[in-house]
């Protein structure tokens, strides 16, 4: 089993920025791909960003130029420097990583960490 233990959530004025960690933890276990989706209220999950395994990165359009993902793989965590918020980001934001599993790939989610961006 893969477990993900999220930070880095919290309430920033529009216009601040926010570093969330995700660190991944199990035995047996080697990762793939690695990302941040969000999902606001009312709203369905989106992808905000992914970083493969080979360390090349793909960001939704409205974040682009404003976070970037990063991985640490000797520590199996993977960052989101959020910077120049928008209150438009708020949401819940969940760390994914595709890791493979005694042979068996497999999606695992964190438990979601809170951002809002308000005044």
């Known amino acids: 089993q893969v477990q993900l233990a999220e930070s880095g959530g919290g309430l920033v004025q529009p216009g601040g920025s926010l570093r969330l960690s995700c660190a991944a933890s199990?035995?047996?276990?080697?990762?793939?791909?690695m990302g941040w989706y969000r999902q606001a209220p009312g709203k369905q999950r989106e992808l905000v960003a992914v970083i493969t395994d080979g360390g090349s990165t793909y960001s939704e359009d409205s974040v682009k130029g404003r976070f970037t993902i990063s991985r640490d793989n000797a520590r199996k965590t993977v960052y989101l420097q959020m910077n120049s918020l928008k209150p438009e980001d708020t949401a819940v934001y969940y760390c994914?990583?595709?890791?493979?599993?005694?042979?068996?790939?497999?999606?695992?989610w964190g438990q979601g960490t809170q951002v809002t961006v308000s005044s």
């Open positions: 199990g035995k047996f276990f080697s990762i793939v791909d």
């Open positions: 994914n990583i595709r890791a493979t599993v005694w042979g068996t790939t497999n999606d695992y």
